[in-house]
């Protein structure tokens, strides 16, 4: 059960047909909904298994200007270009 002082976890409708393959049909949906759902298509009597799951939550993407200020793996210190075989002070 969800702690009452929480914002509800969003819920997707799965379905796996008979060959194994799985299929997202809703989204975003709260756990009743989502349940009533699957439910809804059960009954419809589809060999078909259909389940309801929380949906992961979704990672914050970085904000633009990190992004871009974000040295390539390998570059030596940073603000400074990587320096390959033919640069490197000896």
């Known amino acids: 059960m969800e702690h009452p002082d929480r914002t509800p976890r969003a819920h ?3 379905r796996q047909d008979d060959n194994g393959n799985r299929f997202l ?3 975003g949906l709260t756990r009743p909904a989502a349940e009533a759902l699957a439910a809804e298509f059960e ?3 589809h060999k078909q ?3 309801v799951e929380p949906e992961e939550p979704e990672a914050p993407e970085p904000p633009e200007e990190l992004e871009a200020s974000r040295e390539p793996e390998g570059s030596g210190e940073p603000g400074r ?3 390959s075989e033919g640069n490197r002070a000896q």
């Open 81 to 83: 270009p990587a320096q």
């Open 12 to 14: 997707r409708v799965m």
């Open 49 to 51: 298994l259909y389940w």
């Open 43 to 45: 009954a419809r009597g």
């Open 25 to 27: 049909l809703a989204r």
